[in-house]
């Protein structure tokens, strides 16, 4: 007869031992400071400052796209080198640059002197450096052992291919790629070649998101029930607009038909374009690819054990912008809602604005109890029917925070070990897979349906749908 108790079988009493005794890391805010007391589910992530690794480990490295992430996130990361010329964070990469690429003769001038400043001052003088305008010289080179993307969304799948191909380990930003076809080439390529591929969401190194994993793999919180996130702005001028347009971008000082690349919707050089391509569609999925990535690849890994979603739905508008900037600024939304659902059982919801910057607290519950996420902290509240199984313990100092430098170092450890990126190739495409079907969720009205077995999407009463590709909604 069911009393409405809950028998404390041995499952139980091993989970309720996980967490008996609360386990802080104290100390271990500042960076390369190890916690005198680690919890188990805390993972030091943070290497010894100071720590010098041989010169046969030393990585040669070549940037392709050092506009503005490329150049400020991505090659003074590897430089180690800051706006004045100072150091901005304490790992020893032992990795040194080599070649740059962009289309803009302005960038590639910009980033010569960047490599040139690093090799004279960080122990290189053995090496020269040299700038490209195409990518495939750079990719050519066999002295280049992994190249950073930097580019705009539309050129990811193919230069990550190529690189893949060409030997090459791939650092890629965020979205992975444009759309969900090119996300699977590259899956592929990926697998096939054997090579590391990282995802450029620094949010994947966040210390958090893997402790609650192993929490999580522990069964500490039960069955997964729904995770929620959410990225909030509120940019009255219009998102992206801050972002100035350079005079020396010309038509005779960068390649726009090469810019273009793929895109169906040629249209004349437009400067606008070129530096706010982020408010057009047919270069990017606007604040899904943007913002909301940065929420996807965390949560995934949270989950401690990823999956492909089953189904997704979005919602978003723009209507805030178009009367208060002009429905002609942009074609994106500035408002957008996501839920995805997994075979599992889990459903995520994430949510986006550019107009609103009051977010949804980082919550993942679970059917024993529930996570809740702040700062360097994860905390566990047990759900009141297994109030006697599972005791309230919080984890506080958990590195690294929200770190670049971490997520490289975490890029660069893979390749010289032989191991796994946070931001690994199955979380890239399994998160991939939920931006592209949340794109095509709001602009073609449907609730998406994934078949993982076959990469198929399909409506609800089982039509085929086609992903959406270049030129499908141009």
Not at 388 to 411: C, K, M, R, W, Y
Request: with cysteine; hydrophobic share 35%; glycine share 10%.
């Amino acid at each position: 007869m069911d009393n409405g108790s809950k028998e404390q079988t041995p499952t139980s009493a091993t989970r309720r031992d996980f967490i008996k005794k609360s386990a802080v890391v104290a100390g271990a805010a500042a960076v390369g400071v190890k916690s005198a007391k680690a919890s188990k589910y805390t993972k030091n992530w943070v290497p010894a400052p100071g720590s010098v690794l041989g010169a046969n480990d030393r990585i040669t490295v070549g940037h392709i796209g050092v506009g503005g992430q490329g150049f400020n996130a991505h090659m003074r990361t590897v430089a180690n080198i800051s706006g004045d010329g100072s150091t901005f964070h304490n790992y020893d990469h032992n990795a040194v640059q080599v070649a740059a690429c962009d289309l803009y003769e302005g960038r590639r001038a910009r980033a010569k002197d960047l490599m040139e400043l690093a090799r004279t001052t960080r122990g290189a003088s053995d090496v020269t450096t040299e700038v490209y305008e195409d990518y495939r010289e750079l990719i050519e080179r066999q002295d280049i052992d992994a190249v950073f993307i930097g580019t705009v969304d539309h050129w990811h799948a193919q230069i990550a291919i190529d690189a893949l191909e060409s030997g090459k380990h791939v650092y890629c930003e965020k979205p992975m790629t444009r759309y969900l076809d090119e996300g699977f080439a590259v899956y592929d390529a990926v697998k096939r070649t054997g090579k590391k591929f990282q995802i450029g969401s620094q949010y994947c190194t966040e210390g958090k998101w893997h402790t609650a994993a192993q929490m999580i793999r522990d069964q500490m919180i039960g069955s997964l029930v729904l995770a929620q996130d959410s990225y909030m702005r509120n940019t009255p001028n219009g998102e992206w607009n801050y972002y100035g347009l350079e005079d020396g971008v010309t038509p005779d000082t960068m390649d726009w038909e090469k810019w273009l690349g793929p895109v169906q919707s040629r249209i004349d050089f437009n400067r606008e374009h070129y530096h706010r391509w982020r408010k057009y569609y047919p270069y990017c999925a606007g604040i899904l690819g943007d913002l909301l990535a940065h929420r996807v690849h965390p949560l995934l890994i949270a989950t401690g054990n990823p999956e492909f979603p089953s189904r997704v739905v979005s919602l978003g508008n723009k209507q805030i912008t178009d009367a208060t900037v002009g429905a002609e600024d942009r074609s994106v939304n500035d408002n957008t809602q996501l839920l995805a659902q997994f075979p599992s059982g889990l459903q995520m919801m994430i949510v986006g604005a550019t107009v609103n910057e009051q977010g949804l607290g980082q919550v993942i519950r679970g059917s024993e109890g529930t996570l809740y996420f702040g700062g360097g902290a994860v905390e566990l509240r047990p759900e009141r029917p297994f109030a006697d199984l599972v005791d309230q313990e919080t984890i506080e100092n958990i590195a690294p925070g929200v770190s670049i430098p971490a997520h490289a170092a975490d890029f660069f450890d893979a390749i010289r070990n032989d191991g796994e990126t946070n931001g690994n190739i199955e979380v890239a495409m399994r998160a991939q897979t939920i931006i592209s079907m949340a794109e095509m969720s709001d602009r073609l009205g449907e609730m998406m349906h994934f078949d993982e077995e076959t990469r198929t999407i399909s409506a609800g009463n089982g039509r085929p749908i086609e992903p959406i590709t270049y030129g499908t909604l141009d």
